[in-house]
């Protein structure tokens, strides 16, 4: 079965500074890759995804995501943390590929804080 | 706006009591779902619908089932409601099955059983 984990259940970085969360995923075949952000009170929004192409994908707000196979990571990464950033962020991984009833499986969340 | 839309937004329940949670998309979205948040443990799928028509269970679906009204509309009943049950709850959309390109969420509805 698929899944995927996020070993860190928070992250801190100064503003400004670089900033990355992890993600390590577990799928037979080719891996359907998902990145989500939850600020609060509110539901998740997606922010990028991998299929396929190149390992670097581009997202909303600024943020983009690496694709290392040999890993099986899929790290989310800024290279310039906001204050706004700060959010609950969700990796996930599409399950059962060739099933008309596949859905999305959502990691615990790591939730990120940007100080001033 | 465009989006999905959950009602209630809050509700608290006596132990027992039951409820319907509703949800409703406007994007022609062919799949639906209802998730469960809870401190740690991220989001756990109850059930989904992947297109009119059709239901599945997912993850923790025990104490609940789900009402694929027409293609719009996707309803999450708790029966007779328990402590184990407070929540928050979200109800999501997608254009393929897989969600490939990307889950729209609603607001959520905070669940409290007492």
């Known amino acids: 079965a698929q899944s995927v984990a996020q070993p860190e259940d928070q992250v801190n970085v100064a503003e400004g500074n670089p900033l990355t969360v992890k993600c390590t995923y577990s799928?037979?075949?080719?891996?359907?890759l998902f990145w989500y952000v939850q600020y609060p009170n509110r539901g998740l929004q997606f922010l990028l995804k991998y299929i396929t192409g190149d390992n670097l994908v581009k997202g909303s707000y600024g943020f983009e995501a690496e694709f290392n196979k040999s890993q099986t990571s899929f790290h989310l990464k800024k290279p310039s943390a906001l204050v706004s950033d700060s959010a609950l962020y969700f990796c996930?991984?599409?399950?059962?590929?060739?099933?008309?009833?596949?859905?999305?499986?959502f990691g615990s969340g790591t939730r990120l804080s940007i100080r001033p | 706006n465009a989006g999905v839309t959950q009602t209630p937004k809050f509700q608290v329940l006596k132990t027992g009591q039951s409820m319907t949670l509703q949800c409703a998309q406007d994007m022609n979205h062919n799949s639906m779902y209802w998730y469960r948040q809870d401190p740690g443990m991220g989001l756990r799928l109850i059930y989904y619908s992947a297109s009119e028509g059709t239901t599945d269970k997912g993850e923790v679906p025990n104490g609940y089932n789900v009402s694929r009204l027409n293609k719009r509309e996707f309803s999450l009943r708790l029966e007779s409601a328990a402590p184990s049950q407070t929540s928050v709850y979200f109800c999501?959309?997608?254009?393929?099955?897989?969600?490939?390109?990307?889950?729209?969420f609603g607001s959520g509805t905070r669940l409290t059983v007492v």
């Open positions: 999501a959309s997608s254009t393929s099955r897989g969600g490939d390109n990307g889950y729209t």
């Open positions: 799928v037979s075949g080719n891996p359907y």
């Open positions: 996930a991984v599409r399950d059962n590929l060739y099933s008309s009833a596949s859905k999305i499986i």
